[in-house]
């Protein structure tokens, strides 16, 4: 009787970790190509917002087909390139100021996409954007 019990226990982990890894694969995929290209294709363009500083003014970015991306009326944060991994939107930035530089690549949940509304998570923080 013992011998059945942990046969059937043994059995029952191996399955219970076999879905358990297929699911995390299947979750960090991201997608498949068209998902990520009908993305990556709504993207593209000029994303706006105002600027906090001065609400008659916009600032954000444009992205571009190619995987480079420009900064809109941002001189000290240089948007340089985007793509999109595992479902995520990632940003490499520039930060230019007091006369150093640093590099910054951040990965964004898309929490609200549309043609012409663009929400980007970054832990607790969201912006949202506006399609120029």
């Known amino acids: 009787m013992t011998k059945i019990t942990l046969t059937i226990t043994i059995l029952a982990a191996f399955t219970f970790l076999a879905c358990n890894k ?3 694969q ?3 995929a991201g997608g498949s190509n068209s998902e990520t290209e009908n993305i ?3 993207l593209i363009g000029s994303w706006v917002q105002l600027n906090p500083i001065d609400e008659k003014e916009v600032q954000g970015f444009t992205l571009k087909n190619d995987g480079t991306a420009e900064s809109i009326n941002m001189a000290t944060l240089v948007y340089k390139k ?3 991994e595992k479902g ?3 940003l490499v930035a ?3 100021g007091s006369g150093s530089s640093s590099i910054d690549t951040t990965k964004y949940e898309i929490v609200n996409r549309t043609n012409s509304v663009l ?3 970054d832990g607790d923080y969201t912006d949202r954007y506006t399609k120029k």
Do not use: A, G, P
Request: avoid cysteine; aromatic fraction near 14%.
């Open 88 to 90: 995520k939107f990632v």
């Open 94 to 96: 520039e930060s230019i």
């Open 26 to 28: 299947t979750i960090n």
């Open 82 to 84: 985007w793509w999109i």
């Open 119 to 121: 929400e980007l998570k």
């Open 22 to 24: 297929t699911s995390k």
């Open 40 to 42: 990556t294709n709504l």
